[in-house]
């Protein structure tokens, strides 16, 4: 982290919008943003009101904001439904036979559902979920492949005001049933397997596994994907997708729902090692990722928009689901890995749809840098007007590298600060508007009001290091964590009095521009997924050999961070290379392969304070450290440097 803090500390090019693009821009000159910030300042009910305008309500909203500290509710008394507004109000013009979803499976075949076709099969798919017995406010889980199936399973809970929480498909039993647990979900939603990296992955047996331990579950649909022969289907809990689908008609009128009411829970981590369920409302939401859409990616009809985010994080669900289909925009979506069969498979995807705007991780950029440029000039990647990245702070090496390489020096970057709780996008370049700097997610987008503090809360000059906050509440936010308001209010409003704590560390240079420097808690960010390093300590302490463990990270050149694990042994085990294999397994098998450690060191003891508290600042000088102390395999002494420094406290 410290090299790249210098670096950015050091980055002073300006990159102007480029004329062209300013000038069929929706946002097309910096007078025009700064006059929407203020529109926003002087009147934020009434900016408010006038971008919610842009949905289709069933019935107008009574009172903009109802601002109850720290429980905010948005467009009170008005009613809507978001798979409307993603679909139906599409269809009455030429837009119906537009493209809605272009899908390209790993193995290579595509499928594309026009914006009617995807209204049928979601229609279609909630008169399904209805003959389950699921009703408005019920809970589904969705565990799949990113296949279009998954988009039609989500806009049909949104339908039925049934509210999905989709679990990511790299997620491992244990953690499939925790969200489920808290989530009470009543039916699953999965797939028999998907492809990645030409292997099938399997996804049926992780949700029996993870079913074993479920009581709310009554149903699990089955969509056929890979034909996968070995599953088995529980008799009078499981049915095929196609089965249930069979009968079902393609009439399901979209039900009007209280804007407040919840659309989804998405699970991500906290500094505890249980999960938290981020809870965001119908709509807020889609006011948020709408108008993001629209003005960050400047998304028209003519746009073949691609985010390669997985529908299972956040960026899929605004940026894949909600805010792109709500704009009727044209979405690629492919189920596999980047370098499957070969360093060019985006490249490929982007010649051979025309993708005009790309939305992607600095972990996959640098990677694709690692590879070499001879993979994407093998393709025309002239249909590219615009590229977004997103997830963590992207180096301003590889934000060059993209702008050069990918982007010919045409396309503006769009470097997107926001998370899980923020719904949308908060601090972006407005790519006709903004002039860009390397590194820097630059201003926050009109309405948003962040700062910089101390812990007290106190705005800190430019140039400063302190806590990224924001002010004021914004249509889009979590409204709390599901059956948790108690640590939605300790986690997020009660660390620094009065504001929204991101637990991102971040500066504001004297243009006013934001410049992020990572998690300031316990939060490790590896390929722009985040992990708490208690979730990991408590998937390895499950494990017979360990003791006790310790997790913190260490800078990755294409990661960002990568996972260091100190353990120390249980009575009767012995360090060996083979362990520290089975540990790194087991947290795969635990949580899932993202939170695979890349190291696992040996300790006889790990270094605590007087209280008890794990020193991690120390591991982590350790973890950094380029020397070991002592082979990885055998154990380090830490306690002696415990020792020396507990004693100089
Ligand atoms: C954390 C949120 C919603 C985006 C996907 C991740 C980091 C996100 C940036 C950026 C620097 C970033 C922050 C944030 N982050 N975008 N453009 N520059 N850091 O969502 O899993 O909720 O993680 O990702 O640390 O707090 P998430």
Known sequence: MKESITSVLREQRVIEPPKDFSLSAHISSFEEYEKLCRAAQDDPEGYWSKIAAELDWFEPWQKVLEWNYPYAKWFLGGRL????????????????????????????????LTYQQLHREVCRFANGLKRLGVSSGDRVAIYMPMVPELVIAVLACARIG???????GGFAAHAIRDRINDAKAKV???????????????????????LTNCPSVQSVVV????????????HGRDCWWHDLLSETDANCPAESLDSEH??????????????KGVLHTTGGYLVGTTITSKWVFDLKDTDTFWCTADIGWITGHSYVVYGPLSNAATVVMYEGAPNWPQPDRFWQIVDKYSVSILYTAPTAIRAFMKWGDEWPSRHSLSSLRLLGTVGEPINPEAWMWYYNVIGKQRCPIVDTWWQTETG???????????PTVPGSATKPLPGIVPDIVDKQGNSLPDNTGGYLVIRKPWPSMLRTLYGDDERYERQYWNEIPGVYF??????????????????????INVAGHRLSTMEIESALVSHPAVAEAAVVDRPDSITGQAIVAFVTLAAGFQPSSELQQDLKDHVCKEIGALARPQEIRFTEALPKTRSGKIMRRLLRDVARGEESLGDTSTLEDISVLARLRDEQE
């Not at 969509?223 to 529980?234: A, E, V």
């Not at 919840?262 to 999960?275: A, D, E, M, Q, R």
């Not at 560390?505 to 004297?510: F, H, I, L, Q, S």
Request: hydrophobic share 35%.
């Open 188 to 210: 699953v939603v999965t797939a028999d397997g998907g492809y990645r990296r030409g292997q099938e992955i399997q996804l049926k047996p992780n949700v029996d596994e993870a």
């Open 223 to 234: 969509f056929r994907r890979t034909g996968n022969q070995f599953i088995t289907m529980h």
């Open 262 to 275: 919840p659309l989804f829970i998405l699970y991500t981590s906290g500094t505890t090692g249980k999960p």
């Open 424 to 434: 949308a996008i908060m601090l972006s370049p407005l790519p006709g508007a903004t």
């Open 162 to 168: 049934a509210v999905h929480t989709v679990i990511f």
């Open 81 to 112: 439904n978001a798979s409307y507004n993603c679909l139906d109000r599409h269809l009455t013009g030429w837009r119906k036979n537009k493209a809605a979803i272009i899908w390209e499976g790993e193995p290579g075949e595509s499928r594309t």
């Open 502 to 523: 991101t637990g991102d560390g971040a500066r504001r240079d004297e243009r006013g521009y934001y410049w992020i420097m990572g998690r300031v808690d316990d939060v």
